[in-house]
């Protein structure tokens, strides 16, 4: 599965756009990019993933570069309860590994008044 | 709709006992995994199933045992307990396909 590169933390304003990087350079083909977020001591949830077209959902929108070497997650207007650890996931293909989503350290958001 | 259910919430162990922590989820998930997260770390697979009968093992499979005898169940053994398993582990379920993961709440390990 290829790696990813996060910022560590970065900081927001309550009612800004939060904009988090991910980078991806060894992406293949057939490999998904997702996000996740940690809340605390929570379990993981779920933000969005997507090929190579920009998605948008609920929560946020995803943006992938042309070359798919690098994306985006806009959480439109952030709030206080945004503040979490987000982690961008690159996602093998191949049957028997589908299951496995590798985290790495991800980005530690906080979202400040 | 529980979603996934993991039990217990929190456990302490002393070194060298074993036990079980358990998952269960009522989608009809077939992909079930159990990660395990070290504080300011991110989480890291241990065992993953992709259907009942057929389990794999993660990045860090050592210490631990699992089965998946039916689609809901996927219990975690730690067969001798040892302080570095000292961890919160999580376990979630998806369906197949290109779908989001669902994790449950954790349990929370600490061995003495």
């Known amino acids: 599965d290829a790696k990813t590169t996060q910022p560590t933390s970065m900081d927001c304003a309550e009612g800004r756009a939060a904009n988090l990087p991910c980078n991806h350079s060894?992406?293949?083909?057939?490999?998904?990019v997702y996000w996740y977020r940690q809340i605390h001591s929570q379990g993981p949830q779920y933000i969005i993933h997507g090929l190579k077209n920009n998605e948008t959902n609920e929560m946020a929108s995803l943006i992938i570069t042309e070359d798919r070497k690098s994306s985006t997650l806009i959480l439109p207007h952030a709030t206080l309860r945004d503040t979490a650890v987000y982690y961008c996931?690159?996602?093998?293909?191949?049957?028997?590994?589908?299951?496995?989503?590798?985290f790495g350290t991800g980005t530690r958001l906080q979202v400040t008044l | 709709n529980a979603g996934v259910t993991q039990t217990p919430k929190f456990q302490v162990l002393k070194t060298g006992q074993s036990m079980t922590l358990q998952c269960a989820q009522d989608m009809n998930h077939e992909y079930m995994s159990w990660y395990r997260q070290d504080p300011g770390m991110g989480l890291r697979l241990i065992h993953y199933?992709?259907?009942?009968?057929?389990?794999d093992q993660g990045e860090v499979p050592n210490g631990y045992n699992v089965s998946r005898s039916t689609t809901e169940d996927f219990p975690l053994r730690l067969l001798s307990a040892a302080p570095s398993q000292t961890s919160v582990y999580f376990c979630?379920?998806?369906?197949?396909?290109?779908?989001?993961?669902?994790f449950g709440q954790g349990t929370r390990l600490t061995v003495v």
């Open positions: 979630a379920s998806r369906p197949s396909g290109y779908t989001e993961a669902f």
């Open positions: 199933s992709v259907g009942a009968g057929i389990t």
């Open positions: 060894t992406i293949s083909g057939n490999e998904y």
């Open positions: 996931i690159v996602r093998s293909a191949n049957t028997g590994t589908a299951s496995k989503l590798t």
